[in-house]
């Protein structure tokens, strides 16, 4: 993080003509502590996301070192149990979802021609709620009883049976919601509020148009998770019987509020990333996005529908049949607007001028992996198929094919795309490209033979499993090392050009032509647009 | 006004309305608990509540035919001797009948069972109505203690004709976790 001050330091000293706050600023750790500058913020964000990501690859390693033979070697069932919640709350809360808030921070502002985020106040207070709710995640491990084992859905009656390690996760889980509810507040006022004279909602860039939807999912959803978990609370100590059927409640109530909840949850996470390969792909195919305003409607109908079908990841519970054929149809309806969002990146690369460098690589990825778990998807949305795949290692596979390869790999694309314009340096090509490949091929060997798991039936979070299954999960836990240590490379790779990388030239992508790129210096200055720039 | 203001009160509008957005949807989560339970209610599910109808029509005892009804006792790793006072017995469909079972604890401790029903054919378990069974509650047994436990029942008189036959079997395990450790 120092060397990322220093890069910030400098340019602070060199293009701040503006007489400001300079001198007043606090210095090391407190300029952190109390900065409200969106990019300060943004890196923040990034790098927070980044230490979650490891430490929720971490308890995945774990995981997948207990499944490499049938049997228990290495941690207890309960312990295991606890892995698999943490990963995932990890994955999703810690580490993915803040990513793009960090991509939002440094390139919202940037990209609409505002000075900052419309309340930086509260942008700080955003991230500083995360390294709280980290902490009260860490110490559900301490505490009598252990962390919960009870899976990322955090389902009852489960839930209000655990130890005091469920309530420090349920209070992570509302700081977590509260961070997301500000930061989504702070986002579409400035994207509402703060355009640069000219720049109409139909000329921002797709990324922008994808945060603004997004944030409005947060707002919608969020409250509704705060809502179960407070539900799940007042069950465990306050004698409310919410999920409690002795007391006349239905455990099957928490998984319609969950998700709820966690359907527009799963957009949340991939919306972003269709935005940032929304400008990446045309910046290496050097022409526009083909089909922006199809692109637009098709991102806000995904937006909709996705708090219409939320009961597709819950066939099983019992239903009636109408009630089936409903959320399947609607299931299967969202297939037209991703598909929509495929041709149209497809088309924009049709006859284009394409260059592959690691964003490129990384968005080409996401469009090839992102599409094949949305076909596990159409599949998983079949309800008659579905009642025998739930909870197999076939949903694992999907929802990794969509998380990982889809919203983590943009991720990346983003972080090597953006790079140059955040630190001013450029990464070592070679050495990104290596971290494209043996990532792709890594993922693939970890969860594509869990597909034929999961069709034979094996159950997931479960520790142990029958004989029959041991060479898959052999392939899968050997795939799964190789990509722990692939993103352990990328952050070297990322030290690497931030202590020694080359300098950027102005526009090191020459098909990149939003603001950031075509109105900003390089590396962007600690201020940028205190003036609005007039968009034509 | 100037136009920094304008902005500046242009977002707090916008805050404002974007956390009564918040709010409302908390809110929402909590309606979503009367909702669903009026959903369930017009579609037939969780009818845990449903005052027995079903009762009523079980006092027109089918005389027209008799069903054998035969009982199995079992325990699981469970030191328990466990057994019906008779064997079998023949009902009419929608006769209260009544049968005893007698178990004894053989250990030197207190322990807690719980007896599990099932049945063949299996499909007779929706036609076969416990109005009392010991299988209700778990059964805690001091050291060396007999105690016979009855079963009420009635067999629904919309059992299939095809079957004659029906064995109730149960099954006692022990309740892990119940006994008290010496000291």
Redesign the interface.
């Known amino acids: 993080m120092s060397a990322a001050l220093d890069t910030h330091g400098k340019a602070h000293d060199g293009h701040d003509d503006h007489g400001d706050h300079g001198h007043h600023t606090p210095t090391g750790f407190m300029r952190w502590v109390t900065t409200t500058n969106h990019k300060d913020i943004g890196t923040m964000y990034l790098w927070f996301s980044f230490a979650m990501f490891l430490f929720g690859g971490a308890m995945a390693m774990i995981i997948r070192a207990e499944l490499f033979q049938p049997g228990m070697q290495i941690v207890t069932p309960e312990f295991f149990n606890s892995m698999t919640t943490y990963h995932g709350l990890v994955m999703v809360f810690g580490a993915i979802m803040p990513a793009f808030v960090g991509f939002a921070n440094w390139q919202i502002p940037m990209m609409i021609g505002a000075p900052d985020m419309a309340f930086p106040r509260m942008n700080n207070w955003s991230f500083w709620l995360l390294p709280p709710a980290a902490i009260l995640l860490v110490a559900s491990f301490l505490v009598p009883g252990g962390g919960a084992g009870v899976g990322w859905t955090m389902y009852a009656p489960l839930t209000t049976q655990m130890g005091p390690g469920m309530d420090l996760t349920i209070f992570a889980v509302h700081i977590l919601g509260m961070s997301s509810i500000m930061g989504s507040i702070n986002i579409i006022t400035t994207i509402l509020n703060l355009r640069a004279p000219g720049m109409t909602l139909m000329k921002m860039p797709l990324f922008v148009w994808t945060w603004l939807i997004t944030a409005y999912l947060l707002v919608a959803s969020m409250p509704v998770l705060a809502g179960a978990v407070t539900m799940t609370l007042t069950d465990r100590h306050f004698g409310t019987s919410f999920f409690n059927a002795a007391g006349g409640g239905d455990p099957v109530l928490y998984q319609h509020i969950f998700w709820f909840f966690g359907h527009p949850e799963v957009y949340i996470i991939a919306i972003p990333a269709f935005g940032v390969v929304s400008q990446v792909i045309p910046a290496f195919s050097r022409k526009p996005l083909f089909g922006y305003a199809s692109m637009v409607y098709a991102t806000s109908s995904i937006a909709i529908l996705s708090f219409m079908v939320w009961a597709h990841h819950m066939y099983v519970v019992g239903m009636p049949v109408a009630g089936q054929l409903y959320f399947m149809y609607a299931t299967m309806l969202i297939a037209v607007p991703t598909g929509v969002k495929v041709f149209n990146w497809v088309a924009t690369m049709w006859k284009g001028s394409l260059t592959f460098e690691t964003p490129m690589l990384f968005a080409l990825g996401f469009l090839f992996l992102f599409t094949l778990g949305g076909f596990t998807g159409l599949v998983l949305a079949m309800t008659v198929v579905d009642v025998q795949l739930q909870d197999t290692y076939y949903v694992v596979a999907h929802f990794h094919y969509v998380m990982v390869a889809g919203a983590l790999f943009s991720a990346f694309a983003g972080v090597y795309f953006w790079f140059p314009k955040w630190t001013g340096k450029m990464y070592d090509e070679t050495l990104g490209k290596w971290h494209f490949w043996l990532s792709i091929i890594f993922f693939n060997v970890t969860f594509f033979v869990q597909h034929f798991l999961g069709l034979a039936g094996m159950p997931r979070r479960i520790p142990d499993y029958a004989l029959q299954f041991t060479e898959f999960n052999q392939i899968s836990s050997i795939g799964a090392f190789g990509f722990g240590l692939s993103q352990v490379f990328f952050l070297y790779i990322i030290i690497k050009a931030i202590r020694s990388g080359e300098k950027a030239p102005q526009l090191p992508w020459d098909g990149a032509d939003t603001l950031e790129w075509t109105h900003l210096p390089t590396p962007a200055p600690y201020h940028t647009f205190e003036n609005p720039p007039t968009v034509k | 006004m100037s136009a920094a203001d304008a ?1 500046v009160n ?2 707090r509008l ?2 404002r309305k ?2 009564v ?10 309606a ?2 009367p909702f ?2 009026k959903i ?1 209610e017009v ?1 037939g ?2 009818d845990i509540f449903r005052s027995d109808e079903v009762a009523a029509k079980n006092t027109q005892v089918d005389m027209s035919r008799s069903v054998l009804v035969e009982f199995d006792s079992n325990t699981q790793r469970l030191a328990w001797t466990f057994r019906p006072l008779a064997l079998g017995l023949a009902a009419h469909p929608g006769a209260v009948m009544q049968v005893e079972y007698e178990v004894r604890n053989t250990l030197d401790r207190p322990v807690t069972g719980q007896a599990v029903p099932s049945y063949g054919p299996q499909r007779a378990a929706q036609y076969f109505r416990k109005l009392e069974c010991f299988c209700f509650q778990q059964q805690t047994l001091a050291p060396g203690e007999v105690r016979r436990m009855p079963v009420v029942f009635v067999i629904d008189p919309d059992l299939p004709k095809d079957i004659g036959t029906i064995t109730l079997s149960y099954t006692f395990f022990e309740v892990a976790g119940t006994q008290k450790r010496p000291g």
């Not at chain 2, 957005?21 to 909590?30: K, N, Q, R, T």
């Open positions: 902005i242009a977002n916008l805050l974007l956390l957005v918040s709010v409302l949807m908390f809110g929402f989560a909590f979503l608990v669903y339970e369930c579609a599910l969780r």
